[in-house]
């Protein structure tokens, strides 16, 4: 695309969001298999089947001409520690603007749990690999560090809250432990005072 072109438009973006481990790809796969109706109901999803899944809104494209449907898998503790402890500065999520509708949905996931979920992720695709390697080590090490201290990980959804705030969408945050619940934000807020409470 040169400077002069405009990027394509993108009918609908769903973003996914949440700390590492806290089931973003789980809930994506599973929106795809109709398999959460009442989470499909609340973003008035039809059929994601054939949905793609991008990392980065810079790889969206169109396909036939046509405005592309998507979910962007939005990792939080991984923007957060490539940006220096901030998400003020995160230009990724200037690609919102190129959906016509955007809908965020948020994972709320306790620090005690995002804990044990990295865990037995990390043991999963240690499984799946012949080696282990030093950048996994070390990004994996510094998630379990993060996740130790629950008020960083609080802060850190506010941080994200807040960013949120300076873009149109439609936002909900959704807890997966133990069933499917929906929180207001002042629900929210409660259950992570409980979190830095225990």
């Known amino acids: 695309m040169t400077a002069t072109e405009t990027p394509p438009r993108i009918e609908r973006m769903v973003v996914i969001a ?9 809930l994506i796969d599973a929106l795809r298999r109709y398999q959460l109706p009442e989470v499909a109901r609340h973003l008035n999803i039809l059929d994601a089947s054939e949905w793609p899944t991008m990392l980065a809104t810079d790889a969206a494209v169109q396909k036939e001409g046509r405005p592309l449907k998507l979910f962007l898998h939005y990792d ?13 500065a995160d230009r990724k999520t200037d690609g919102f603007e190129l959906a016509e509708r ?3 949905l948020t994972i709320w996931c306790a620090p005690n749990v995002l804990r044990r979920q990295h865990e037995a992720a990390k043991l999963a695709r240690l499984h799946r690999q012949t080696d282990d390697d030093r950048h996994v080590r070390e990004r994996y090490q510094h998630v379990q560090r993060f996740y ?5 990980v ?6 994200w809250f807040r960013r949120l705030e300076e873009r149109a969408a439609n936002h909900a945050i959704v807890g997966l432990t133990g069933g499917v619940r929906f929180f207001t934000l002042a629900e929210w807020e409660e259950a992570a005072r409980a979190c830095l409470a225990d």
């Open 76 to 88: 939080l503790v991984r923007q957060f520690a490539e940006l220096g402890g901030g998400l003020a």
């Open 154 to 159: 609080i802060d850190l959804y506010r941080a």
């Open 18 to 26: 949440g700390p590492s481990g806290c089931g973003k790809s789980t």
């Open 102 to 104: 955007l809908d965020v």
């Open 148 to 152: 130790a201290e629950p008020s960083r």
